[in-house]
């Protein structure tokens, strides 16, 4: 316990001073001054309470715990919390300082920071507790990182002084093989890391890089939920969690945080007053300030930065989960149909039975968005193996104990006359399945199986939450870019609604022929 | 009596031995002995749930026996250790409700068995079908589903599928008693033509006609025991038994 203080001391002293100027005060203060009315939360000690919008995870959302009365809403993204605000169903949002900026030119005209901050706090990486030499390689990187001044042009090209200097600054690797370096974060948390043309890029990504130079590794970026980086860097899934980490106490006991590299502060985010609103356009109108027409909103959503691509890429998984797990649960399904079959009907493979039974039970039992979090994060915790591979696994797996009762009730429902006359001929009981019930059976189930593979389809959807970027990751990623919610969101119910219409199409075609086939 | 003659002259098929039956505290069948010889063609006749549908389907073990023994030409059927699929290759079996396959038409359904069982090559069981479908009068409807044929057509083809086994004797449970009265006829006729063969038969049936007219021996059982056993002239113009009296007034009104 005094270990962990004294870690915890450690890093309170060594905040990193130069980058204070950069990023804070020198930035804020003209904003300070013009912060227009807002209604609601008008300061820090205004917050007694109301409703505080908080992404799941963050400082924000551990400090906000503390106001009084307050009714903390935990979002999955910084994004939902702010359209949550927009949309008045909260009153605030705490959230980092730089990320709060991006949101807030997004929204000039609805949103502003508070002058007064809401906490200060340091950035750290995360690394495992039982890889203390990485921690101190880690360590050692920073500190050179920091003294060489490359961390100082890094911060500054993302958060510059002048607009002017935006950008002038870029990192890239120079260690192009050898062992990996896999860093989780979750890019949805600009400037320190998000997506742009379909790459992830930020601070903590430009650092990542320069720590793996200094290691002599190669970095490989892992995006994922920000809750579930401490997790995947305890399990082994990634070496290094960077993601603007606060160091708290509570983390701490979880995971080793390396010296702060930055320091932020938590602001909180308010409307603004209506009244300031049309005040605040009066004076801005004059500027190119429109309200962007529709075409100009799926220009923004679809068309810049190749934006679309992550459209594409998350229906490709999506349609590559959606089949492959298909013919696993539909392989598996029936092969656990005849098992419950081959017993109830002769008494045969009394074990399997049980074993397949138990199967049906803790598959039906369980969440299946538990099921692919405990298949990636538990099962396969030390493996480094392909995400759309988990999901077509976990996904199969899950499919396969619905498609087995959809299957034996097919079976069932095939007259016993069936099976005794195959027996009386002298069948074995698995000619008489494939040649004669299971083509009566498949045809009188085809409709529930189709409605099992719309439902797989549409449930291949929480394939995020294991940071894999199916379609609607991908609809999520442009929603946290564009700070959107309408456009993206129908796209990605449209396609949907387009492949399941599609795949109705296709098992009502296949019931059309088996019926003309048989009559 | 006249069946102890019978007995002697042909060769014993299927000796049953104290043959028991229960579903769970119900005694289906109450120790049961006969001996069926090739070329015997036997009706078995009772009253309704008197247990000879049970008694036709323990022979081919499709029920269980819950006691005695069953010896098919030679071989302990009721063994642990014996085979019961290679059994039932050897013994047709034609049901009340037909039990086509519906799936296949109705030359698929004949040539299924003899070649998944690779007692024929293709060529070989298609030949066979043809053969067996003309017999039945039915080759025309050879690519036919189930579902396109009559009750009649379907037992007759039922029938030709339990042949192309090449069986030793053939169980026929209730065959017309799901049909239309005019279809009665075409599969009693059909039988006929087989008991004429030489096929030894054993038929669960409520047709008197053909108890008397084409079965050389008919037996009795009523409350799961053999109350009558012997040639037809025997079991209908002089029976023994109050129960077969009773039984018969009331079928042959």
Not at chain 1, 99 to 113: D, E, G, P, Q, R
Not at chain 1, 232 to 259: C, M, P
Not at chain 2, 106 to 120: E, S, T
């Amino acid at each position: 316990m005094l270990a962990v203080f004294a870690i915890f001391c450690t890093f309170s002293v060594c905040v990193y001073a130069e980058n204070t100027d950069t990023s804070g005060s020198a930035a804020e203060s003209p904003a300070a001054a013009s912060v227009p009315e807002t209604e609601g939360v008008k300061s820090a000690d205004d917050l007694t309470g109301k409703k505080i919008g908080v992404q799941l995870g963050t400082t924000g959302a551990i400090l906000a715990e503390d106001v009084k009365d307050a009714d903390v809403q935990k979002f999955n993204k910084g994004a939902d919390a702010i359209m949550a605000l927009n949309q008045k169903k909260i009153d605030c949002v705490i959230i980092d300082e730089q990320t709060a900026k991006a949101f807030v030119s997004a929204n000039k005209n609805t949103l502003a920071i508070l002058p007064d901050s809401f906490a200060d706090e340091d950035y750290a990486a995360v690394i495992s507790k039982d890889r203390s030499d990485l921690l101190k390689q880690v360590n050692t990187a920073i500190d050179e990182i920091k003294s060489s001044g490359t961390l100082n042009k890094i911060v500054s090209s993302y958060i510059p002084e002048k607009e002017s200097d935006r950008g002038n600054y870029h990192y890239t690797q120079v260690v192009s093989q050898g062992e990996k370096l896999i860093m989780a974060t979750n890019a949805q948390f600009p400037p320190y890391e998000y997506y742009e043309g379909g790459e992830i890029t930020g601070i903590d990504v430009e650092i990542g890089r320069a720590i793996a130079d200094k290691l002599g590794r190669v970095l490989v970026i892992e995006d994922m939920e920000f809750d579930s980086i401490i997790g995947a860097v305890k399990s082994g899934k990634a070496d290094i969690g960077i993601a603007g980490f606060t160091v708290t106490e509570d983390r701490a006991k979880q995971i080793s945080f390396s010296n702060s590299y930055a320091n932020s502060k938590q602001v909180i985010i308010a409307r603004i007053k209506a009244s300031a609103v049309s005040a605040a356009e009066s004076t801005v109108s004059s500027d190119e300030e429109e309200v962007p027409t529709f075409i100009d909103r799926l220009y923004t959503n679809f068309v810049k930065d190749d934006r679309w691509k992550y459209l594409t890429t998350g229906l490709w998984n999506t349609l590559q989960i959606t089949f492959f797990a298909m013919v696993i649960g539909v392989f598996l399904g029936f092969l656990l149909a005849i098992i419950r079959v081959a017993h109830d009907k002769n008494g045969r493979v009394p074990v399997l039975n049980v074993i397949a039974k138990l199967y049906i039970t803790v598959i039906r039992g369980t969440p299946a968005m538990v099921q692919l979090l405990i298949i990636y994060y538990v099962i396969f915790a030390s493996v480094d193996i392909n995400k759309v591979l988990v999901a077509i696994i976990a996904f199969g797996l899950n499919s396969a104990a619905y498609v087995s009762e959809v299957v034996r009730s097919g079976i069932m429902s095939i007259d016993n006359g069936q099976f005794e006359a195959g027996k009386s001929l002298g069948l074995k009981f698995s000619t008489t399945m494939i040649h004669v019930i299971l083509p009566q059976a498949f045809k009188n189930i085809l409709p529930a199986l189709g409605n099992e593979f719309i439902s797989l389809l549409k449930e291949t959807s929480i394939s995020g939450y294991i940071g894999l970027m199916d379609l609607t990751r991908g609809g999520d990623i442009i929603r946290s870019v564009t700070y959107e919610a309408f456009i993206p969101l129908i796209a990605v119910a449209l396609v949907y609604l387009f492949l399941v219409v599609l795949l109705s199409a296709g098992v009502s075609r296949l019931e059309r022929r088996l019926k003309k086939n048989e009559r | 009596m006249n069946a102890d003659n019978k007995k002697e002259s042909g060769e014993v098929l299927i000796k049953v031995e104290n043959l028991c039956k229960s579903f769970g505290d119900n005694v289906v069948l109450n120790d049961i002995s006969i001996d069926i010889h090739k070329g015997e063609v036997i009706s078995v006749i009772g009253p309704s749930g008197c247990g000879k549908s049970t008694f036709i389907r323990s022979l081919n073990l499709l029920e269980t026996p819950t006691g005695g023994r069953i010896i098919f030409d030679g071989e302990d059927i009721t063994d642990r250790g014996c085979d019961r699929r290679l059994v039932r290759e050897k013994m047709g079996m034609v049901f009340q409700q037909f039990n086509l396959f519906d799936n296949l038409t109705v030359k698929k359904n004949i040539m299924l068995a003899p070649v998944k069982l690779k007692l024929m090559n293709k060529s070989e069981a298609e030949e066979t079908t043809m053969k067996l479908l003309k017999n039945v009068g039915l080759e025309d409807k050879a690519n036919m589903y189930p579902s396109q044929l009559s009750g009649g057509q379907k037992q007759r083809v039922a029938i030709a599928r339990s042949l192309a086994m090449n069986p030793k004797v053939m169980l026929f449970d209730e065959p017309t008693s799901a049909l239309d009265p005019e279809m009665v006829n075409e599969v009693l006729n059909i039988m006929n033509d087989l008991a004429k063969k030489g096929m030894t038969m054993v038929v669960v049936t409520h047709e008197m006609g053909f108890a008397k007219g084409v079965s050389n021996r008919v037996i009795f059982i009523d409350g799961g025991k053999i109350k009558e056993d012997g040639t037809p002239e025997e079991v209908f113009s002089n029976p023994n038994d109050t129960r077969l009296r009773d039984f018969l007034k009331s079928v042959l009104k």
